[in-house]
C-alpha cells in the first residue's frame, strides 16, 4: 500500500472518529447508561439490532429501553422480557421474530446468572476455547434458534464485530474500550455494505470475478483487516471510521 493511500485512510479516520459520529448511530444508547454492567447489555442488545434502516434501527432499540425504565440488567434480571415479547413467530424486526428475541434475552439472563456479567462470562469462555475469533466465543453462547447471532463458522459477523469494536477499543470519542482483557489489534472488521464497497474503491480488497464487491464472509474480514494493519498497526479497525464514514457521506 502506497504512502498517499495511507494517509489518505488517516485523515479520514480522525475526521469521522468524534462525537458526532454517536448522534445517529446504534452506539449513541450505550452513551446514556453509566454503570458498565448496563452499557455493555445496551450495546450489545443496540448492534444486533443494528441491520436495516437506521431509523427503525434506533425505535425498536429505543422501544425496548424504554420499557425497561433504561435499566436492562434488572429488566432481564427480573425475566420482563417474558410480558414485553409475546412466545411466537411474528416479526419484532424484519426478520427477528419475537420468540428469538425471547431466546437472545433467556440466553443472556442465563449469562448473568451465572457470572453477573457479560463481559466476564465472555472473558472466561474465550480464554477457555483457546483464544478463537472472539466473535465465535459470543455467537457461540447462543442457540440457533436465536438469529440474531450468526451461527455460520464462515460468517463475517458483521454485528457481533462492530460490538467488540465499540467494546475493545480505548481511548475513542465513540468506542467504550470496557473490554481491555481483548487486545484491539485483535479485532476484525466489521463489513457493512459501505465498508465493503469503499475498501473496494480503495483496492483495500479487490473486486470479483464479475467487477462486484467480494462477498462478506469471515475471510474478507479477515483480509481487510490485515490491510489495515498496514495503516493502523496496533488498532486496525480504526480504520472502519473511515471506510464508513466516508460511505455514508457519498451515499
Known amino acids: 500500500m502506497d504512502e498517499k493511500l495511507k494517509e489518505t485512510l488517516r485523515s479520514l479516520a480522525e475526521k469521522y472518529e468524534t462525537k458526532d459520529f454517536i448522534k445517529n448511530d446504534p452506539s ?3 452513551h446514556q447508561v453509566s454503570d458498565t454492567k448496563n452499557r455493555e447489555l445496551v450495546a450489545f442488545l443496540s448492534a444486533n439490532l443494528a441491520f436495516g434502516r437506521r431509523e427503525q434501527i434506533l425505535s425498536h432499540i429505543q422501544k425496548i429501553l424504554d420499557n425497561s425504565g433504561n435499566d436492562l440488567a434488572e429488566w432481564i434480571s427480573e425475566e420482563k422480557f417474558n410480558d414485553f ?3 411466537d413467530e411474528k416479526s419484532f424486526y424484519r426478520t427477528y421474530s419475537n420468540k428469538a428475541m425471547l431466546s437472545f434475552f433467556k440466553t443472556i439472563k442465563a449469562i448473568l446468572d451465572k457470572k453477573g456479567s457479560l463481559g466476564e462470562y465472555m472473558r472466561e469462555e474465550w480464554e477457555r476455547n483457546g483464544g478463537e475469533h472472539l466473535h465465535l466465543t459470543i455467537a457461540g453462547t447462543f442457540p440457533k434458534e436465536c438469529s440474531l447471532l450468526p ?3 464462515d460468517s463475517a459477523a458483521k454485528k457481533v464485530n462492530m460490538f467488540l ?3 475493545c ?3 475513542s470519542p465513540v468506542d ?3 473490554w481491555t482483557w481483548h487486545g484491539k489489534k485483535n479485532l476484525l472488521v466489521p463489513l457493512d455494505t459501505h465498508v465493503m464497497q469503499e475498501a473496494t474503491k480503495f483496492g483495500l480488497l479487490e473486486a ?3 467487477g462486484k464487491v467480494k462477498a462478506a464472509n469471515l475471510k474478507t474480514a479477515v483480509e481487510l483487516t490485515g490491510k489495515l494493519k498496514e495503516v493502523f498497526p496496533d488498532d486496525p479497525v480504526k480504520g472502519d471510521f473511515a471506510l ?5 457521506d457519498e451515499k
Open 28 to 30: 449513541k444508547f450505550m
Open 244 to 248: 464508513f464514514g466516508l460511505g455514508v
Open 151 to 153: 451461527h455460520s463458522p
Open 165 to 167: 469494536r465499540w467494546m
Open 208 to 210: 470479483n470475478s464479475r
Open 169 to 171: 477499543r480505548t481511548e
Open 85 to 87: 415479547f409475546p412466545n
Open 176 to 178: 467504550l474500550g470496557l
